[in-house]
């Protein structure tokens, strides 16, 4: 791209988009040093006060690269690599004691110094969090734009499960006050769109053309609409006649393509097959088709459709299915979310402004005293954050964020230690601290990086499964008049940089307004996930993830702006103007991975990677969603209490 079509996209406005904690750019962290780990040196000196406990610092307003942020990786990259965490191999022993320290501030973290308290009310307990904010996933973003605040979620999207809410979770939200069902009812304003359809933008690089189709029939996913309707789309699209003809027929009719077979014959043959064979070899689909369905599964799974199997596509509502006549209900070769959603369940759903940010942040309002003001699920939305009260010494309950663990070790043999001891990294300084149990609701595959004593195979087993990258990116625009004079809210871009680009859910709770005329300021939601088709899903995995830590914020810019003008110039819009500021939530390590039978094999009962790897080890408990290898908050908060449970009755 030449400087002058930078310059058109507005590559050169004046928006926020570094990342600057109180005017000081976040560093890159420590280089190596050549001393060995696990052990450090301590030395006893007193930590300087830390950016969290300054006045102003407020990290959910922080623009730019956020999410797996500059500073909150390179140490424990580091220490991966057999190096030095940082520069400065000496550690500062804090000597603070604790009778809990847990390792990850996300909501299994979170959930868990609460299970902890409620068994006993005077423990103290701190949360070491690598990040500048709380949540782990369940992060906030905000905006100021033209006087008001927009809120979006940088990471976990709403209360929704495929399975039912435990009965240790839905306690937990019990005692928070959420009721989603109810809260959907009040709070929901779907009527704002209601004038507004689903899109497909077709690409020039994937479809030959460039083109806003809309509206789409049976809406963006697929899964309905009749054959008028999707006459009527398809000859509007760049597709090839053949590929028109195919998903025309794809779309409206029902053949039975395995004719003799009983539905569990069926489902289990489709349990063996990526949907993409099953519509090129099975349906018999014109290869240019493809491109069309290609990214459906990437919201869900981080891969595209050559990487989950037929099977779960069929619980996804994708078409091809109608003629098998399956019978409902799940089936033991589907993934941990097809199984789930394939079972009726009651409504169970609410999406926060800012998604799931808002359990974490009950959650610390529960637990400590002065953080914010309010009481209730919904006053929780507006309530500022005194970010300085987080780690307050007199407080029972402490969370220090910029804080990368890099070793959690017994002191002395696991079996009889009655102490372990905690380092981290935090300004490029090592720190210790000590306490009577840990719970690691960190990312699981660190594990064996930071306990270097655990058995071999459960180490192994921490290693198998490699998390989901995924960009949740929010967009401010000065208003939305380009997608009502295109009478698109929502629209799916197959062949994009990011693959869906979304007007932002209108909710209205605890003082928060959405915006509700296109006049007005609003957030574009937009979703990216990397991965490289053709190979098995962990292989697209870390493709993906390579990518994410290699792009730059300009290259995410350049394209975002890109995808605006393209998709919405018909409309007015222009980047260069209209957009105000930027958030790109990286996540290279994003959902839990769960299992896809088309590449890993069916474990016996007990024996599965996620339940070796989630057993503890003398006063150390496994924690996190990473653990239960289900990428949900109530996975989250099941593993919590597990790891709570297994330390009280060790
Ligand atoms: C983009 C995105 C969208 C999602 N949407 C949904 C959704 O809509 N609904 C849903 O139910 N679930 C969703 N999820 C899944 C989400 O991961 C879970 O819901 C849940 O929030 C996971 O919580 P956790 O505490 O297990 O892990 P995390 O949130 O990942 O928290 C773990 C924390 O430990 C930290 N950590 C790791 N290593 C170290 C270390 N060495 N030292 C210190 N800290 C460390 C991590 O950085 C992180 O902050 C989404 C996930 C992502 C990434």
């Given at each position: 791209m ?33 001393s060995?780990?696990?052990s ?28 797996s ?16 965490p ?11 004691t ?31 969090d ?43 939200m ?7 069902a ?5 709070c ?47 000859k ?17 009719e029902?053949?039975d ?52 199997p ?54 610390v ?13 919904e ?30 070790k ?51 087993a921490?290693h ?12 401010a ?19 994009m940089?990011?693959?869906?680009m979304n ?24 979703e ?46 222009d ?9 790109v939530?990286?996540?290279?390590h ?24 989630r057993?503890?080890?003398?006063r ?5 969603s ?18 709570v ?6």
């Open positions: 030449s400087k002058s079509d930078d310059k058109k996209l507005g590559m050169d406005r004046q928006i926020t988009r570094r990342d600057f904690l109180n005017g000081v750019a976040v560093g890159t962290g420590g280089a190596v040093a050549s060995a780990l696990p450090f040196a301590l030395e006893a000196l007193a930590e300087p006060r830390a950016a969290q406990d300054k006045p102003g610092y407020y990290p959910p307003a922080l623009t730019g690269l956020r999410g942020h500059a500073g909150s990786f390179e140490a424990a990259h580091n220490v991966r690599d057999g190096k030095a940082t520069k400065r191999a000496i550690a500062t022993d804090t000597k603070e604790y009778d809990l320290v847990i390792v990850g501030g996300g909501i299994s973290g979170l959930a868990a110094a609460y299970f902890w308290r409620a068994k006993n009310a005077s423990a103290r307990i701190l949360i070491l690598n990040h500048d904010d709380f949540g782990g996933h369940a992060k906030r973003n905000e905006f100021r734009a033209s006087g008001r605040i927009l809120l979006a979620n940088g990471g976990t999207w709403a209360i929704e499960s495929p399975f039912p809410y435990s009965k240790t979770a839905r306690g937990l019990d005692e928070l006050g959420i009721q989603p109810a809260l959907e009812t009040k929901y304003r779907r009527k704002v769109y209601r004038h507004l359809s689903n899109g497909v933008f077709f690409d020039k690089q994937t479809f030959g053309a460039d083109r806003l189709v809309a509206p789409a029939p049976g809406g963006r996913r697929g899964g309905g609409g009749g054959p008028e309707e999707w006459e009527g789309f398809l509007k699209t760049p597709l090839s006649p053949e590929a028109r003809q195919d998903v025309h027929r794809l779309e409206t029902a053949a393509y395995f004719p003799g077979l009983t539905s569990d014959q069926k489902k289990d043959k489709l349990s063996r097959v990526s949907y993409k064979d099953f519509l090129l070899k099975v349906v018999k689909l014109h290869k240019d088709a493809i491109p069309f369905y290609q990214t459906r599964t990437h919201g869900l799974f981080g891969v595209g459709i050559d990487a989950v037929a099977l779960d596509c069929w619980v996804l509502q994708q078409p091809g299915f109608r003629g098998l006549n399956l019978e409902p209900g799940p089936h033991p070769r589907m993934g941990y979310t097809p199984r789930g959603f394939a079972a009726p369940k009651e409504p169970y759903e609410f999406h926060y402004p800012d998604g799931n940010a808002t359990i974490a942040r009950m959650l309002r529960k637990m400590i005293a002065g953080v914010a003001p309010g009481h209730d699920a006053d929780v939305v507006a309530a500022k954050f005194d970010y300085a009260r987080l780690d307050n010494q007199d407080a029972p309950v402490r969370i220090r964020l910029s804080s990368i663990v890099v070793s959690v017994h002191a002395g043999d696991a079996a009889r230690a009655k102490q372990v001891d905690v380092t981290y990294v935090r300004d490029g300084q090592l720190t210790s601290v000590h306490s009577g149990n840990v719970i690691l609701a960190c990312w699981n595959m660190m594990i064996p990086y930071l306990c270097s004593d655990l058995p071999e195979k459960q180490k192994e921490l198998y499964g490699v998390k989901v990258p995924l960009v949740y990116t929010s967009v625009i000065r208003n939305w008049e380009a997608f009502e004079k295109l009478g698109v809210h929502s629209i799916a871009c197959p062949g940089y990011h693959h869906e007007l932002d859910l209108p909710v209205d709770i605890g003082g928060y307004e959405s915006p509700k005329t296109p006049d007005q300021p609003i957030l574009v939601r937009m990216r996930t990397p991965c490289l088709p053709g190979l098995p899903e962990r292989d697209q995995h870390r493709a993906g993830r390579g990518d994410l830590l290699s792009t730059s914020f300009d290259t995410f810019e350049r394209n975002i702006r890109d995808q605006f003008a393209r998709v919405l110039s018909d409309g007015g819009f980047t260069a103007r209209d957009i105000t500021a930027i958030t939530n990286r996540w290279p994003g959902y839990a991975y769960e299992y896809n039978y088309l590449f890993d094999p069916e474990w016996p009962a007990g024996e599965s990677p996620c339940e070796i790897a057993r503890p080890f003398g150390i408990a496994i924690a996190n990473d653990a239960g290898a289900a990428a949900y908050t109530d996975s989250a908060m099941d593993q919590a209490w597990r790891a449970e297994e330390l009280h009755s060790a």
